[in-house]
């Protein structure tokens, strides 16, 4: 089994909000790196004074103050300020000029959200403010988890499927890692697998597992495929 060591990353966020604050103060705690774009200087009195991140006053899809930011070294981009046309533009920037990985915009038109879904850029609409929802789509591993049976011996979580996965069958990531994906989220839809579902790109895999089990599951998702199908 491939066992994958707990990484911190640095993470650039847009828009210092009550969930762009909150996104901040989650990642600083977890002891990530983390820069903060936000057009008005005062927005930044929500953070804590704990808060050991980069705050930059500035338009947050302005190349020049992403490269302030760290976009550069950026493990994933989280767009998320009071403007739907702002988050998408900046969103694109971080992932086609700059070639962040993860990257997740909030919207408030539902409508334009499943737009932008099946354009490839994930979208959390504004019925989904939950910083939760947002982290999962970005770091995963730092979510708790979305269901826990009454013994404690079953929960049900976002794990990150590896580029190494894309392609295969979820049957085998199943055997493989001896977890159960319960359902999929996929360009802003629901879907439950079966015997010939494949993983794909940006799917948010909601899995089912023994807790004690944790770090051996996260481990065979971000790896990749032991044996042929």
């Not at 705050?55 to 989280?78: K, N, P, Q, S, Y």
């Amino acid at each position: 089994m491939r066992r994958v060591a707990f990484r911190f990353v640095h993470v650039v966020i847009m828009g210092c909000g009550r969930v762009g604050s909150a996104l901040a103060h989650t990642l600083d705690e977890a002891g990530h790196s983390v820069a903060i774009i936000d057009q008005e200087s005062s927005s930044f009195r929500k953070l804590h004074s704990s808060f050991s991140g980069t705050t930059i006053t500035g338009i947050g899809f302005d190349r020049d103050r992403l490269r302030e930011a760290g976009i550069e070294r950026a493990h994933a981009f989280a767009a998320v300020s009071s403007g739907d046309n702002s988050n998408i533009l900046a969103a694109r920037v971080a992932r086609e000029t700059f070639g962040v990985e993860n990257v997740v915009a909030r919207i408030y038109d539902p409508r334009r959200a499943e737009v932008y879904q099946r354009l490839g850029i994930p979208t959390v609409a504004s019925v989904a403010w939950q910083t939760g929802q947002i982290l999962g789509r970005i770091l995963p591993e730092t979510v708790g988890d979305e269901w826990r049976d009454s013994s404690g011996k079953v929960v049900m979580t976002i794990v990150r499927a590896g580029e190494a996965w894309v392609g295969h069958r979820m049957t085998l990531l199943e055997r493989e890692s001896g977890a159960r994906i319960a359902y999929l989220s996929r360009f802003g839809e629901g879907l439950l697998p079966d015997a010939d579902t494949v993983v794909q790109a940006d799917d948010v895999l909601h899995v089912l597992f023994d807790p004690a089990r944790r770090a051996e599951v996260v481990a065979a998702f971000a790896g990749g495929p032991g044996g042929a199908e």
